[in-house]
């Protein structure tokens, strides 16, 4: 079938809209996680976010919904430890993330039978995509972003001096409370497109290229969003034409890009 014939079902429509609009918004978003150093954080959001898929899984309730309340919960608690404790970010998402995958799986024990919902959750199905899925994203994603750029100057303090920040009279600790809810509803808003397993590559390989193409944070941030856009189409269009899975080839993309990068270094 040739690739341009898919344009004229719906399924391919969502699925198109779907990449664009995570490519852009996991793009954007990627920049701040790598400038914050927080890529470890994604992957425990949406590990998390198994334990709330589990439970929505077994009482018949919307897993997508309970994965949210779940990562916010997780990324709330992350926050409160770091700051009372004498415990590191990654330290402290050591904990939560085997300990929340633990509790899916035990939950999952409870249901009887093969879960064939889990797999596309695990390794996502944007193909599978529906209005009402695209919808929540594109929600989330414009509230995330739209909130990104008014705050940009103290995200960009906080990402580079945590002490210049609260100097300059920044509420570090509230804005760091905002940041890790919406960064982990923006991340459980795309598993089902692109599953647990590879959400967070999705959040952290172009920011990767964008670092290596870009010659200031903010042109980062632009380059980071149209390097997932681009990743996402061409990953879509790739994973039609050779029967792959649509996630891993966009992650695939994503990743040749970041080489290709690689090459400006040299130069």
């Not at 779940?70 to 926050?79: S, Y």
Request: glycine share 8%; net charge positive; proline share 2%.
């Amino acid at each position: 079938m040739i690739i341009l014939d898919l344009l004229h079902y719906s399924f391919w429509q969502r699925a198109l809209v779907a990449v664009c609009c995570l490519g852009l918004i996991y793009g954007v978003w990627g920049g701040m996680v790598v400038a914050k150093r927080m890529a470890f954080f994604s992957d425990a959001i949406s590990h998390a976010a198994l334990t709330g898929i589990a439970i929505g899984l077994l009482v018949g309730w919307n897993p997508v919904g309970l994965a949210m309340v779940v990562g916010v919960i997780v990324a709330l608690l992350t926050i409160f430890i770091k700051n009372r404790t004498k415990l590191n970010f990654d330290t402290v998402l050591g904990l939560f993330l085997p300990l929340a995958m633990a509790l899916g799986v035990i939950i999952l024990s409870f249901k009887s039978g093969y879960v064939p919902d889990l797999m596309s959750y695990l390794f996502g199905n944007i193909l599978a995509v529906s209005w009402s899925d695209l919808w929540l994203q594109l929600v989330i994603g414009v509230v995330s972003l739209v909130w990104l750029i008014f705050n940009y100057r103290k995200m960009v303090l906080l990402s580079f001096d945590r002490g210049l920040a609260q100097a300059a009279g920044i509420e570090v600790e509230k804005e760091e409370y905002i940041l890790a809810v919406l960064l982990s509803l923006v991340v459980v808003a795309g598993i089902k497109a692109v599953g647990i397993i590879l959400v967070g590559a999705l959040l952290v390989i172009p920011a990767m290229a964008a670092r290596n193409l870009a010659v200031n944070f903010k042109q980062m941030l632009v380059f980071s969003g149209l390097i997932g856009v681009l990743s996402g189409i061409i990953g879509l269009v790739l994973a039609a034409w050779l029967d792959w899975p649509s996630g891993a080839s966009i992650v695939v993309t994503a990743a040749v890009i970041f080489f290709l990068s690689l090459l400006k270094l040299k130069k």
